[in-house]
């Protein structure tokens, strides 16, 4: 049951699920800041981009970043376990929700650290991490934020070509519910420094400058 998979599940074949949430701390383990919403004055960004451990990090890491969350976005499944997405039965993507400051950073950057920080032209795996919760995403909440992912996918795409390397295979989508992780997977590589990260990126550059969401 529990083989990864390559090919993403059908909403008629996926796991049931269950209603009950997974709880989580309420504070961020490396920010101190709430980890659920709301987030007044703030913006978000979801995305996939392999384990999400390492995912997570880059992006608490970052300059303007209020709090970040792990969990699981653009499957079929409701509140789904980590070990049922690792079977590829729920069709959920290991995502990372990233709340910012739109006073002191950009979805703009927000999107430069998403494009260098993974490949994005692997399909349904990321270095040996092989699976549907794998995949490269972006999961938009509103119109300006679906035409800058798609600007910087553009842009992306050009970098590539010129340096050999192949299509971008990066999911843009409606952002979906996101349904957070267990709480051992929250800020996992600060609870456990010497974790597995796989995350890796193709050491091409992103544009900046020239992606608008104008």
């Known amino acids: 049951m529990f083989g990864r998979k390559a090919e993403k599940v059908t909403p008629e074949s996926a796991l049931p699920g269950r209603e009950s949430r997974m709880p989580v701390a309420t504070r961020h383990f490396v920010l101190g800041t709430a980890m659920k919403p709301p987030f007044p004055g703030m913006e978000t960004a979801i995305f996939g981009m392999g384990c999400f451990w390492g995912a997570e990090k880059k992006f608490w890491e970052a300059e303007g970043v209020h709090t970040t969350a792990v969990g699981y976005a653009a499957g079929y499944t409701p509140n789904p376990t980590y070990e049922e997405v690792c079977s590829g039965l ?21 999107l430069r650290i998403f494009w260098e920080s993974h490949d994005p032209t692997q399909g349904m795996r990321q270095g040996n991490d092989v699976g549907t919760q794998y995949r490269s995403g972006i999961y938009v909440s509103d119109d300006r934020q679906r035409r800058a992912a798609e600007a910087s996918r553009d842009a992306y795409q050009s970098r590539l070509s010129e340096a050999g390397l192949g299509e971008i295979t ?45």
């Open 90 to 110: 729920t069709g959920h993507n290991e995502a990372v929700l990233v709340v910012f400051d739109p006073g002191r950073t950009s979805y703009e950057e927000m």
């Open 170 to 214: 990066t999911e843009i989508l409606d952002a979906p519910e996101l349904y957070y992780a267990e709480d051992y997977h929250q800020q996992y590589l600060a609870k456990n420094p010497g974790g597995y990260c796989g995350l890796g990126g193709t050491g091409v550059s992103c544009p900046t400058g020239i992606v608008s969401a104008d």
